[in-house]
C-alpha cells in the first residue's frame, strides 16, 4: 500500500495524496512563483521528505508513477520475494544463536512467529508510540518554535489529550488541523 504525502506552503496546506499527485500540484505551485519554500511530509511517519521536481510535468509522471510488476519481475530478485521476504542480517549473542538451533524449525521461520507473536500482542502500544512519533517529527519541523511547543508535546506523551488541544488553538488552523491527525491514534486508543 503505498503511503500518502502532505505538503505546506508557510501554514497553508497545498498538497494531500500520492508522491506522484503531491509532486504535479508542487510543480505547479512552482511554475507561478519559483521563490516559494514548500515543506513535504510522509503522511503516516510524519518525517520531511524532499521530492525531485526537475524536468517536465511528463518527467515527473515518469518518476513517480509506480513500475508496473512485469518491469518489476526483469529485476533480479534475492530470497523468495513473491512471498515478500527480504533478506538482512541480524545479530544475536551466541546463546540466541544456540536457542534458535535447538527450535524445531528453521532460524528463520521461529523469528518471523516471534515478531509475529509481539507484533499481536504490543498492537497497542506500537499504533500509540508510532502516532507519538510522527506527531513530534512533523510538530519539530511546523511548530518548534511556536509558543506551547515544548508544553504541548509533554502533553502528547502524558496522553493528555484536552492540554494538548489547549496549546493548539494558537496555531495556524491547517497545521493545527494535521496534527490532530498525526495525533489521533495516541488518545483514541486505550
Not at 540466541?96 to 504490543?122: F, G, I, M, Y
Not at 508535546?153 to 488541523?177: G, S
Request: proline content about 3%; charged content about 30%.
Amino acid at each position: 500500500m503505498e503511503d500518502n504525502y502532505i505538503a505546506f506552503e508557510d501554514s497553508t496546506l497545498i498538497a494531500q495524496g500520492t508522491q506522484l499527485e503531491v509532486a504535479l500540484k508542487i510543480k505547479k505551485r512552482l511554475l507561478k512563483d519559483e521563490g516559494i519554500m514548500i515543506l513535504i511530509f510522509n503522511e503516516r511517519t510524519g518525517k520531511q521528505i524532499d521530492l525531485n521536481l526537475r524536468g517536465s510535468t511528463a518527467d515527473i509522471q515518469k518518476r513517480f508513477t509506480p513500475k508496473n510488476e512485469k518491469e518489476e519481475d526483469d529485476l533480479p530478485k534475492v530470497g523468495r520475494p513473491k512471498l515478500g521476504v527480504v533478506s538482512k542480517e541480524i545479530s544475536l549473542l551466541p546463546r540466541h544463536w544456540e536457542w534458535l538451533a535447538s527450535q524445531p524449525t528453521s532460524a528463520s521461520v521461529t523469528l518471523r512467529r516471534l515478531v509475529d507473536e509481539s507484533q499481536k500482542r504490543n498492537k497497542d502500544v506500537d499504533a500509540i508510540r508510532l502516532s507519538q512519533n510522527a506527531t513530534y517529527c512533523f510538530m519539530s519541523t511546523m511548530v518548534g518554535d511556536l509558543v506551547g511547543y515544548e508544553e504541548a508535546l509533554r502533553a502528547l506523551y502524558a496522553r493528555e489529550e484536552k492540554t494538548f488541544n489547549n496549546y493548539l488553538t494558537a496555531w495556524p488552523k491547517d497545521i493545527r488541523e494535521q496534527i490532530k491527525k498525526f495525533a489521533s491514534g495516541v488518545f483514541h486508543r486505550k
